[in-house]
């Protein structure tokens, strides 16, 4: 098995060969299509459609109605929902005004922000807050506390501090909440039975963990606490450390490295903590890139040997974006950047382009064959919003490098 935990030796034969397969027959074709349907920058167009569809999709109380279908005449009640994504929702919307720098839907956000804290922020004790899963919303079969939704509600609701239009104390109340979720090894439990009034420690929900590392560094950026980058690192660390025992067997998990991201970007790690990050970063990347469908003349170009479902595609999509920043492997960047090429050019191709679904995303890449089975072209607000994530990350880097 290959030695991941060298710095100075990093699997070059792997580096090599994809870096070959990329340049030598996509870079043309990439460098071609991902200036497609720009106006300042590639996907510009895309991602507007896709906004405009979460924006379409905000009802008058500031609720997303979560499913569509592409055929308009079919309509789902509304019952159906998770908190948790309409955390993410709002995280995206934020980041469009952040990355894309367009505000223009920001008073919707703020209005669907203040429906989720009204919703779903409820106060566990005197310093604790967490976020409620409805059973009936979620056909759960009692009220739970998710870690991963506090983590989310962090990423999505910190910005609104600085603004006025949250207060401090129901931040901290999530973050400590999650504190209370942590182990001794940095795991963070999965939820918190609300009936029980005791923590599951069975549950396992791998993204969880990493969702609520991001949390905390999002809260420390708006109450410089040491606690919550502490927590946020045994976190990593706990991540890191499973993950390395893995090899290349690891979870592709894009929290854990736009975790790592925020850390470097704002230098908030030592240089051991930045060479142990930054392996595990690498060590995520390598799996993942010699899955993708790399032949163009192949309809799923862009997409995965196992996968080409849209919303799990932006997460990757997202998470290369993250691991760009983290690594000073010039190969590595190279491949990275033809991989996001490719991957996001296939994620335009399956946007829904036209009528009254324009800008969402199905559950499948394969919605507009005849055949496929009836769930291929359900829109679920959280495909749209990851999507767009990816596609606004990828226009960072391009911006960054110059690359336009």
Known sequence: MFDISSPTTYIPAIFLTLVAIFVSILYKDAKKNTHEHTKDLP?????????????????????????????????????????????????????????????RFKEERIKSSKYFINRYIKKLDDNRNYVVSIPEEEQIKYPIAKSGSAGVALCALSNLYPEGEIDLETLRGLGDFLISLQNEEGNVYAYYNLTTNAINTNAEAPFYPAQAAVGWIHLYQVDPQEKWLNAAKKTLNYIVKKGKSMDLDILFDHWAVLAIEELFKNNWVTPEEKNTYKMYAEQMAIPTLSNQITNRNNSYCGAFKDNIRPCSLGTIMEGLASIYFCTDNKNLKKVIFKSLSIGNMFLSKVQVKTGEQAGGLPNSANWV??????????IRIDNVQHVVTGWLKFQNILKVTNRY
């Open 43 to 103: 996907y510009y167009h895309e991602i507007g459609v896709s906004m405009n569809y979460i924006h379409r999709n905000i009802l008058e109380d500031g609720r997303f109605q979560y499913r569509r279908n592409i055929d308009p005449e079919i309509i789902y009640e509304n019952t159906t929902y998770n908190a948790l994504r309409h955390a993410g929702v709002l995280y995206s919307m934020y980041m469009y005004e952040k990355l894309g720098l367009v505000n």
């Open 369 to 378: 064959k005849a055949g496929v089975t009836p769930n291929a072209s359900v």
